[in-house]
Every structure is written in structure tokens, then in C-alpha cells.
């Protein structure tokens, strides 16, 4: 079974842009998460979608949002991006939900925000 | 509120050394799950053990042993004869159920360094 995949692997933006991160997730996974990863705050829940819908948020401001699409693969954006948002940004699929299947990763997409 | 500490930052052994990462967490859910994850320079974080909360029977995988304790809330990582190869950043993971949803709260990550 393929793995996780997450495009691009590498981003440049400027501030004030705005980006969009994919992710595929293992084949029969219905759950997808993203997590964002920095030096300062280490590995922080953003979202999780299962069946299309948003099931859960962390606390991240409203110009991070997500979204899934039928086929379970997702999208992550980014508006008006800033420096701190210079991150390597994790996307993760599962199962199912009840937070009790384990995760599986992607590479990573790492932005950097200049 | 639910928290993952991983009070070593970072730690260095010689290959053949054993070595036990610890993990403490707290979390007011009866029912969680407990995780540990290794990250190596590829940056991909790559599942190791999931334990659920009403299971405390200690696992052996390999060289990979893990020991999880409900009196401490603790869930510590043992690697016997650790090898170069198990250099990396080891990441202890909570999950909790009553959200519904999967969200990983995680701990900073202990970096093992195994030199040769």
C-alpha cells in the first residue's frame, strides 16, 4: 500500500501570499489530520477532517482552513501568510476516528515564508 | 487539561547502550490512547506503539520495549543495544476519546543521538 503523500515538498512564499498544501492519504483512510511542526512550539494539531467534514480544530487562526474531498484526499490554506507560519507542516490519515487509530505521516510540505 | 511532558531534550549514547526515554502525561479522559513516534533527519514521522489506557501489559518489539504505567501516567521507551541507526527524535503522543476526533497532543520529542 502507498504511503502518505503530501505536495509540494518545498514551498517559498512571500508574506502577505497565500499557499495550499495537498495530502493523500493511505488508500481506505477516511481520517485525515494536519499538524503544523516549528522549532519554538513543536508539533501542534490544526485540523482533522473525516468524511468531508471538519471534526476537530486546534487553536490556530481563521486563516488556516482545510477541507476534504470526496475520494478522502485533502487541502490545507493558508491566507495572508507570515513569517511564523514558516513551518514543516505534517498531514496524517487513519482509519477512523475516536482518536484510537494510530496515525500515519506524510514527508511533510516545508514552507518557508519570507 | 491534557499534557505530554518529555523532560529529556536530548540524550547521547554509545551503540550497544540501552536506553529509556521517558513520557508523562496527564489527561482527565478515562479512556486514551498512548503513542510513540521516531522522527529521523527525513523529517517523516514514522508510528512505533499505540497502548490504550486499560492496558498496561508492557510490550517488547525487537530491540524496542515500552512500559506503560497508570499509578505514574507515565509511558517510557526502552531501546536495548541501541545501534546508529536509532538516531533520531522519539515523539510520546496522547490521544483522547471523548472529542471523537483524532487529534495527537504531543510531547517536545527526546533527541537520541547513538554514536559509534
Known amino acids: 500500500k502507498a504511503g502518505v503523500t503530501q505536495t509540494p515538498r518545498y514551498l517559498i512564499k512571500t508574506r502577505g501570499q497565500q499557499v495550499t498544501l495537498s495530502c493523500s492519504p493511505i488508500?481506505?483512510?477516511?481520517?485525515v489530520s494536519w499538524y503544523q511542526q516549528t522549532p519554538g512550539q513543536g508539533l501542534q494539531f490544526l485540523f482533522e477532517?473525516?468524511?468531508?467534514?471538519?471534526?476537530n480544530k486546534g487553536n490556530f487562526p481563521g486563516r488556516f482552513s482545510g477541507r476534504q474531498f470526496s475520494n478522502s484526499r485533502s487541502e490545507m490554506n493558508v491566507s495572508t501568510l507570515e513569517l511564523g507560519d514558516s513551518a514543516l507542516y505534517l498531514c496524517?490519515?487513519?482509519?477512523?476516528?475516536?482518536?484510537?487509530?494510530?496515525?500515519?505521516f506524510g514527508p511533510g510540505t516545508r514552507l518557508t515564508v519570507t | 487539561a491534557q499534557k505530554v511532558t518529555q523532560a529529556q531534550t536530548e540524550i547521547s549514547v554509545v551503540e550497544k547502550e540501552d536506553v529509556t526515554l521517558d513520557c508523562v502525561y496527564e489527561?482527565?479522559?478515562?479512556?486514551?490512547?498512548l503513542f510513540w513516534y521516531k522522527q529521523p533527519p527525513s523529517g517523516e514521522l514514522v508510528f512505533l506503539i499505540r497502548?490504550?489506557?486499560?492496558?498496561?501489559q508492557n510490550e517488547i518489539s525487537g530491540r524496542y520495549s515500552w512500559n506503560f504505567q497508570k499509578s505514574t501516567s507515565s509511558f517510557n521507551f526502552t531501546i536495548t543495544a541501541s545501534q546508529v541507526v536509532d538516531s533520531a527524535v522519539y515523539f510520546c503522543?496522547?490521544?483522547?476519546?471523548?472529542?471523537?476526533?483524532?487529534?495527537?497532543?504531543f510531547g517536545t520529542g527526546t533527541r537520541l543521538t547513538v554514536i559509534p
Open positions: 503522543a496522547l490521544s483522547e476519546t471523548t472529542t471523537g476526533a483524532n487529534n495527537l497532543f
Open positions: 489527561t482527565r479522559d478515562t479512556t486514551y490512547y
Open positions: 497502548r490504550n489506557s486499560f492496558d498496561e
Open positions: 477532517y473525516f468524511s468531508e467534514t471538519q471534526r
Open positions: 496524517a490519515s487513519s482509519l477512523g476516528g475516536s482518536g484510537k487509530y494510530e496515525q500515519y
Open positions: 488508500s481506505g483512510h477516511r481520517s
